[in-house]
């Protein structure tokens, strides 16, 4: 299942693009699965008429940050200079400088934000002089490297998601069955609500689970939860 339904992140997804389109950054926060980067998809996929967004691992390290957002915001010039060899200063300059090849406002997702040296808030300080950016914060950096990159984002102190509610899970589960044709009852649904306790990964695997075991012609997961 490629795409979810997107439930109980309404006012997140809000609050998100209302920072951006003010012309300020934002972080956001939480444990792994809890649908940091899925809320930044989602907020991409509503702003992609006026905005662009380019998404990079930001823990792969600068010199891979500059080289995909180059490919992302000149794919013209990618593919001109396709296979040859560009300095992380040349990259940072043509992406920092360049005029931009999308007429679009431009916004920066870094994923995996972990590792907060000199070297990489001061990419991050680069970054923000000419884009918006929307960094996903791990959970277990320390308080001390979370205002270090606020500051350096000049954004807001982090937005930590958490899990989602029981309403939520609920229209997520139910809406996935719909979809694939479970035929999930109340019962069956409220039961593996109950399993995840609105955990986005735990919600996902629940239903790829689901899937697996009927392509088996095994017993559903949610007669199994219930």
């Known amino acids: 299942m490629k795409t979810w339904p997107f439930v109980g992140r309404e006012k997140e997804a809000r609050y998100v693009r209302t920072e951006l389109e003010a012309g300020r950054s934002v972080v956001l926060t939480g444990i792994y699965g809890i649908g940091r980067t899925a809320l930044a998809r989602h907020v991409a996929e509503e702003m992609a008429r006026e905005w662009l967004f380019a998404f990079v691992d930001f823990d792969r390290g600068p010199a891979e940050v500059w080289r995909g957002l180059f490919e992302r915001f000149f794919p013209r010039a990618h593919a001109r200079r396709r296979g040859a060899a560009r300095p992380v ?99 069956e649904i409220r039961g593996v609500a109950r399993a995840v306790d609105g955990f986005p990964l735990g919600m996902r695997e629940a239903v790829e689970a689901e899937l697996r075991r009927r392509r088996r012609g095994a017993p559903g997961l949610a007669r199994e939860a219930r």
């Open 89 to 187: 200063q040349w990259l940072r300059y043509r992406v920092s400088s360049g005029r931009l090849e999308d007429g679009r406002r431009h916004a920066v997702v870094l994923d995996n934000v972990a590792r907060l040296t000199a070297q990489r808030l001061d990419s991050v300080r680069r970054l923000r002089e000419g884009f918006q950016v929307v960094a996903i914060l791990e959970g277990f950096v320390l308080e001390e490297d979370r205002a270090g990159l606020c500051a350096s984002l000049r954004a807001r102190p982090p937005l930590e998601l958490r899990h989602l509610s029981a309403r939520a899970t609920l229209g997520f589960l139910e809406e996935c069955s719909r979809r694939h044709g479970f035929g999930w009852g109340p019962g």
